[in-house]
């Protein structure tokens, strides 16, 4: 991702990254008993992100996703700072035990320590074969029986230059901040502190320099003021000569400012008490300071004066421009909260942002806690009617909604990375509790498609989501993930991002040379990729841009990943294969661009050896870095390419002082790498050299050369590689099926597309494919798989519908209300728009492009209006009808009515409202082609309808400021058939019980039947039923073609059903729900649905029918009755509209299952089809079904059991 990190997470217990200084903070949770003895987080050390709400956008840093805290340890371990260039540590008071954080340093597990080792001096533990110890000892021919394939030891004890260091004076203080200043300086700057955990606060600081590279150090007290007590230590990133000190806040409030390395300070009092930084990525002087009381305030002086930019501003929620995507340097992007608590996106100047120059680039609200910005796109979330919706803006652009696959229904979002102009997001979808599934966008950050399912995730101990997903720096588009399947985590790879993953292949020995028995796929390497805040559990992996086929982790052999028997393995050809080089648990850091591996055991006993490789990990060697043993606390490399002199920091006992280790690596090369020294290695996936569509060749050193490597020599050639099907990518709506061909998804309609192009544009034709962002194939399949351009068709306007911009349907007396007018086809550039506001005000736009963001009204009367708009172009039009209620707020109602009834036959409409005692009410009732509403004072009515065909039916309920509204629709003819449907269990799994979902699969239901039976579609009407398990009614229906003729008969549609039955008894109605996932239909019981008029002139016929209807009713109760003993017999709570449109509800998705106790029900015949669902409308695309019980539901009013 870059530069930002988000997670979840109370700021009391962090070690983190400090903003633009490099430095890593060390703690001791728990050291005083009950929790933690943590100091408050340090300002400007924490990622950018804060404590958020499920379903909030997150962000993660490039290489784990989501962000976390830096793990607080509570032990001495070996730690590299972020950029092997800074380090905080901290001790426990009282034990000797000090703690370090490293990125990346994962879980780890307690060692099994040797007490005699530790009298000795000696450092490490047996391992569990007894292979190797870090005394140094070696059990007798077991590490070489292959020299080809085993790690290889030397066991011959090494010694590195080195010089240590005390910190005289300060053994007291139990922690420290350890800055080395930057690239050609030999400047390291450290800090001690004594924080004392009773009081909260801290009593006593020093301030020590070095300028030989750690050899000495000087202490600077005097410079800063004896009295003086220094809390945080900052540096520049763009300047690393300009250092920022910060006091404590509980005796001052001052910044100390050194413009030459930390030589000389210059304090500057502050009237406000800094909680955070945000240096700018450019300009050396820029900062942004967020205070305790929630101010932004900012400064062009590096801290000498600072300016207000804005109260209420949200937590982490604040961002420098981005160069590149802002014109200007100084713009700053916010969240702040309004006076009545609503979240909104601002932008400004640094110094010029009062009322009049602020901007708002989202219109309304946000979600609290939901903005991002990073790199050349800004998210922000809005929650409507209990569901998220995410928005992106690409460069600065108008904000867009970012399209997941129509039911993935998203819970929660992680921003992973937007690099190389692309968002890798993780998803957490309605179904999903602790996995997360990948998904990868198109260039605008608005399309996406899945890349990985289920992916493992974990919640750390302050609420933060933990993703396990690793990017692998140094190689475009590689990842590692942690997928579970069947209840096991596996590790997968892929080196095209996301488009094919496989298997780590496992070491073919293991570290003494014996042959590993692992077959793919059923045993396999899996690697831990979390960075843990838990010290005891493991989880180490590492990677560096410089030494780009190198990656060292921690894991374990078998079917599934596991946190027992783990071992260290180094991948030297990009995780093509992989060698174990330890059976315990090191941390490793790399030197000199990868060309040396150092590596420290993870033990809490005191050590003074470690381990160097200079073959990629094939061979280790043993180096004492110091006489005496030393509890290591932490590790900081040199900063630059070349990383030669690393500082290892510990202490020899409780109660002495801090010990400063220099090691200087160069002595242990004779000369420079030489052009002879060198060969070439060609990046691939088991053999396949084109990755990511280009032919990549590296320089490694040779292995048997030891040599210092300096620079990084990087790739020495790129050739781009002939397309093939393997560089591109399914398009969004598009799904990959056993064949390898991408074909439209079920809910998915190509056409639509072109839906917002005119006539005489052109838009581009998706063939389904996609290539992969930044691939860099050319020729080959291209041509075929990119999209084409095509021109745009002239349509006649469609699907018009008018809304007002909150999805409200009423408005305050006086005040503005938005209006939105949607246009699902037609040319929006060469059309008419009326638009009439019922209230003897009308309006008229020549094309939509004009109304983007709405159109404002002001009712200044009450009541009723009815909104029409018309749209008109060449070649037809469209129009649509908002009837709107002036100062009256909205509830829910169900209105409940048969799908179809026959002519002439009286209809009952009932409305149904939840919580049932509710006041007056007043019900408008609009039906068939009536202008004029019917308003009654009772919530049911009776009419007919005397033609056949399909009829609309819409009830409003005013209830004080309360509006209800839900609208069916009904068909009507002389007769017609009705058969219960029922399905293979597996549909279940797929169902979220949401109206969308079930049109589109009466939709591919209806196909089936047409396709398995060749029965005309004007014959079939489907209608999947809500709840589970899934169940859906279908009805033959009567056709009369447009001339009159050929009307069927009773005995015509008699022939249709049986046909219809036949073939689905035969189970020969079946249909694909996504590649692999076949779902069967099934007849399941005839409906009581009326058949045919039952007057006298039917006789006979009549007798028998009302016979079979008494039948059928005594077998429905029967089944009722012993329900729960017949297998595969299902009583239905409802029939709910084919044509039932959706309102957004405010519960979550499991809690909206419909639930009616059994002492609300009337009689046992109700059971067919009765079931409650309320709807909310309060939203765009306000129609809302939700099948949910509210807390204040407790009368129920009877549903007519036809509907």
Known sequence: MGKVGAGGGSPARLSALLA?????????????????????????????????????LRQGPRGRAAATPLPLLGRPLFAVAPGDRALSLERVPGTGASVAVAPRSG?????????????????????????????????????????????????????????????????????????????????????????????????????????????????????????????YLYVCPTNKRKIMLLTDPEIESSLLISSNEGATYQKYRLNFYIQSLLFHPKQEDWILAY?????????????????????????????????????????????????????QYLTCRMQNCTEANRNKPFPGYIDPDSLIVQDDYVFVQLTSGGRPHYYVSYRRNAFAQMKLPKYALPKDMHVISTDENQVFAAVQEWNQNDTYNLYISDTRGVYFTLALENVQSSRGPEGNIMIDLYEVAGIKGMF????????????????????????????????????????????????????????????????????????????????ELSDSDISMFVSSDAGNSWRQIFEEEHSVLYLDQGGVLVAMKHTSLPIRHLWLSFDEGRSWSKYSFTSIPLFVDGVLGEPGEETLIMTVFGHFSHRSEWQLVKVDYKSIFDRRCAEEDYRPWQL??????????????????????????????????????????????????????????????????????????????????????????????????REQYTA????????????????????????????????????????VQRTLIQVDFGDGIAVSYVNLSSMEDGIKHVYHNVGIFRVTVQVDNSLGSDSAVLYLHVTCPLEHVHLSLPFVTTKNKEVNATAVLWPSQVGTLTYVWWYGNNTEPLITLEGSIS?????????????????GNAILQDTKTIAVYEEFRSLRLSFSPNLDDYNPDIPEWRRDI???????????????????????????????????????????????????????????????????????????????????????????????????????????????????????????????????????????????????????RAYIPQTELRRPGQLIDEKVECQLIEVPNSNFESNGVFGNCSVFSRIPPEH
């Open 1002 to 1152: 009466s939709r591919v239901i209806k196909k089936s039947l047409v396709e398995a039976t060749g029965v005309p579609a004007q014959h079939i009407l489907v209608a999947v039923l809500p709840g589970l398990p899934t169940a859906a009614e279908l009805f033959v229906l009567p056709y009369q073609d447009p001339t009159g003729e050929n009307k069927q008969s009773v005995e015509d549609l008699e022939q249709i059903s049986e046909l219809l039955i036949h073939k689905l008894n035969q189970n020969s109605v079946h249909f694909e729900l996504k590649p692999g996932v076949q779902i069967l239909v099934h007849a399941a019981h005839l409906t009581a649905a009326p058949l045919v008029d039952l007057t006298p002139t039917h006789s006979g016929s009549a007798m028998l029918m009302l016979l079979s209807v008494v039948f059928v009713g005594l077998a429905v109760f029967v089944i009722y009755k012993f329900k729960r003993k017949i297998p595969g017999i299902n009583v239905y709570a409802q029939m709910q509209n084919e044509k039932e449109r959706e309102m957004v509800s405010r519960v979550s998705h499991p809690e909206s």
């Open 684 to 781: 691939h996936s088991q053999g396949e050299a084109c990755i990511m569509g280009a032919k990549r060749i590296y320089k490694k050193r040779k292995s048997e050369r030891k040599c210092m490597q300096g620079k990084y020599a990087g790739a020495m050639e790129s050739e781009p590689c002939v397309c093939t099907e393997a560089d591109f990518d399914c398009d969004y709506g598009y799904e990959r099926h056993s064949n390898g061909q991408c074909l439209p998804a079920f809910w998915f309609n190509p056409s639509s597309l072109s839906k917002d192009c005119s006539l005489g544009q052109s838009y581009l034709n998706s063939t389904g494919y996609r290539k992969v962002v930044s691939n860099n194939c050319t020729d080959g399949v």
């Open 480 to 559: 590692l993930a942690n997928k579970k399947i069947d209840n096991q985590v596996k590790t997968f790879i892929t080196y095209n991002k996301g488009r094919d993953w496989r298997l780590l292949q496992a070491p073919d020995t293991d570290l003494r040379g014996d042959p590993v028995h692992c077959l793919l796929p059923y045993c396999s390497l899996h690697l831990h990729l979390k960075v843990s805040e838990n010290p005891y559990t493991s989880g180490i992996i590492a990677s560096r841009d410089t030494a780009p086929s190198i990656i060292v982790a921690s894991g374990n052999i078998g079917s």
């Open 943 to 959: 009419f007919k309808f005397t033609s056949e065909g399909m009829n609309t039916i819409t009830v409003q309920v005013s209830a």
């Open 291 to 343: 205070s305790q009381d929630q101010k932004l305030y900012s400064s062009a002086e590096f801290g000498r004066r600072w300016q207000l930019i804005q109260e209420g501003v949200v937590p982490n929620r604040f961002y420098w421009s981005v160069m590149g995507s802002n014109k200007e340097p100084d713009l700053v992007h916010l969240e702040a909260r309004t006076v009545d608590g609503h979240s």
């Open 20 to 56: 633009g200084a490099g430095l890593l903070v060390l703690c001791v949770p728990g050291a005083c008993g009950g929790g933690s003895c943590c100091p408050q987080l340090p300002p400007g050390s924490a990622p950018r992100w804060a404590p958020t709400s499920r379903g909030f």
């Open 107 to 231: 879980r780890r597990r307690r060692s099994e320590a040797d007490p005699g080792k530790a009298e000795r001096g000696e450092g490490a533990s047996r391992s569990p074969r007894g292979v190797l110890r870090d005394g140094g000892q070696q059990e007798p021919g077991t590490l070489e029986r292959d020299p080809d394939k085993a790690t290889r030891f030397r066991m011959e004890e090494l010694r590195l230059t080195s010089t240590t260091f005390a910190l005289t004076g300060d053994s007291a203080h139990n922690q420290a901040m350890v800055h080395w200043s930057g690239h050609n300086s030999s400047v390291i700057l450290i800090l001690t502190k004594l924080y004392d955990y009773n009081l909260g606060s801290i009593t006593e600081s020093s301030l020590w320099r070095s300028t030989d590279y750690g050899t000495t150090y000087e202490k600077l007290n005097d410079k800063v003021g004896l009295k003086t007590i220094l809390s």
């Open 788 to 827: 084409k351009p095509q021109k745009c068709p002239g349509k006649a306007p469609r699907g018009l519908r008018i809304v007002t911009a909150d999805g409200k349907l009423t408005a305050e007396q006086g005040h503005n209300v938005t209006l939105m007018v949607q246009l699902e086809e037609g040319d």
